[in-house]
């Protein structure tokens, strides 16, 4: 069974301040598969954050977080981050973990997905 455990969200963090996410996978292969980050606030639809490659050299973001946040790999411990610096209030929101056989792929085209982790940004 193919478990995503998102964790590091929860307490409040002011803007301007970091705070780091971790996705830790298991019953999957996970080298093989490319990884996502996605979030949603209240009243408005998911949209996508970040994805990494399986190999962890490629890396895409939303324009919205590009030169703020970080996302990265680590397939020995089957486990993905994201570094989020600099955050703002609007970057309030459920923040999802995903997987899926490719890289630039829709919402929908991801296989597996974590039940997410609040993150809040006070102002």
């Known amino acids: 069974q193919v478990q995503l455990v998102e964790s590091g969200g929860g307490d409040s963090v002011q803007a301007g301040g970091s705070l780091r996410l971790s996705c830790a996978a298991s019953g999957l292969t996970f080298r093989r598969y490319a990884m996502g980050w996605f979030r949603q606030a209240p009243g408005k639809e998911r949209e996508f954050v970040a994805a990494?490659?399986?190999?962890?050299?490629?890396?895409y973001y939303a324009d919205s977080v590009k030169g703020r946040f970080t996302i990265s790999r680590d397939n020995y411990k089957k486990t993905v981050y994201l570094q989020m610096n600099s955050v703002k209030p609007e970057d309030t929101a459920v923040y999802y973990c995903?997987?899926?056989?490719?890289?630039?792929?829709?919402?929908?085209?991801?296989?597996?997905w974590g039940q997410g982790t609040q993150v809040t940004v006070s102002s």
């Open positions: 990494i490659n399986s190999i962890g050299d490629s890396t």
């Open positions: 995903a997987a899926g056989l490719k890289t630039i792929a829709t919402m929908n085209e991801y296989d597996y």
